[in-house]
T-cell receptor, first 111, second 114 residues
Framework: NAGVTQTPKFQVLKTGQSMTLQCAQD?????MSWYRQDPGMGLRLIHY???????DQGEVPNGYNVSRSTTEDFPLRLLSAAPSQTSVYFC??????????FGQGTRLTVV | KQEVTQIPAALSVPEGENLVLNCSFT??????LQWFRQDPGKGLTSLLL?????REQTSGRLNASLDKSSGRSTLYIAASQPGDSATYLC?????????????FGTGTLLAVQP
């Protein structure tokens, strides 16, 4: 039982490049979400999903896309990376609106 | 709009002291409240989850309390150890449909001096 697995752990992108951050959970949780963590700003919700095929926007969705084709996977796509997207990204899952479990994070730098 | 505040932002104590971390929230219509620990460069580790109907939860040297009516939660750490040094975050789940919206405070950075 691996919990929530995020890949990659580190990534450097050039401005304008696109990439996908992967998130997988093996706990059969319905809810999954993506947060970004910035100094002085805390964790902010980007997108979330309450089940396969259902996604919705969080607090800071611009520049990001998500999809949820399976219960296990919830990838986050950066369409055209910008320096403002330099951050640490966390994926989380939970059975419903109960205890949330987080991955180890992806540290992204956009130059 | 729910806002979560944690005071103090940083705290330094000598080893062995008991300490209290504070978390306040502006909207009392929460589903539950969760305390996390984050070590530098690492992910978030869940410490305690308090349902809205509960008043407190305990795990080892940790005790978390919840007072919904006043919009407050505290995390009590007994007999602190250098290994407790980390950032502690609180987060609330709000009512608002079947959604997963954890709203976080900005954390308290705890340093326990040996």
């Amino acid at each position: 039982n691996a919990g929530v697995t995020q890949t990659p752990k580190f990534q450097v992108l050039k401005t304008g490049q696109s990439m996908t951050l992967q998130c997988a959970q093996d706990m059969n949780h319905e809810y999954m979400s993506w947060y970004r963590q910035d100094p002085g700003m805390g964790l902010r919700l980007i997108h979330y999903s309450v089940g396969a095929g259902i996604t919705d926007q969080g607090e800071v969705p611009n520049g990001y896309n998500v999809s949820r084709s399976t219960t296990e996977d919830f990838p986050l796509r950066l369409l055209s990376a910008a320096p403002s997207q330099t951050s640490v990204y966390f994926c989380a899952s939970s059975p419903r609106a109960t205890e949330a479990f987080f991955g180890q994070g992806t540290r992204l730098t956009v130059v | 709009k729910q806002e979560v505040t944690q005071i103090p932002a940083a705290l330094s104590v000598p080893e062995g002291e008991n300490l209290v971390l504070n978390c306040s929230f502006t909207d009392s219509a929460i589903y539950n409240l969760q305390w996390f620990r984050q070590d530098p460069g690492k992910g978030l580790t869940s410490l305690l989850l308090i349902q809205s109907s509960q008043r407190e939860q305990t795990s080892g040297r940790l005790n978390a309390s919840l007072d919904k009516s006043s919009g407050r939660s505290t995390l009590y750490i007994a007999a602190s150890q250098p290994g407790d040094s980390a950032t502690y975050l609180c987060a609330v789940f709000n009512y608002g449909g079947a959604t997963n919206k954890l709203i976080f405070g900005t954390g308290t950075l705890l340093a326990v001096q040996p």
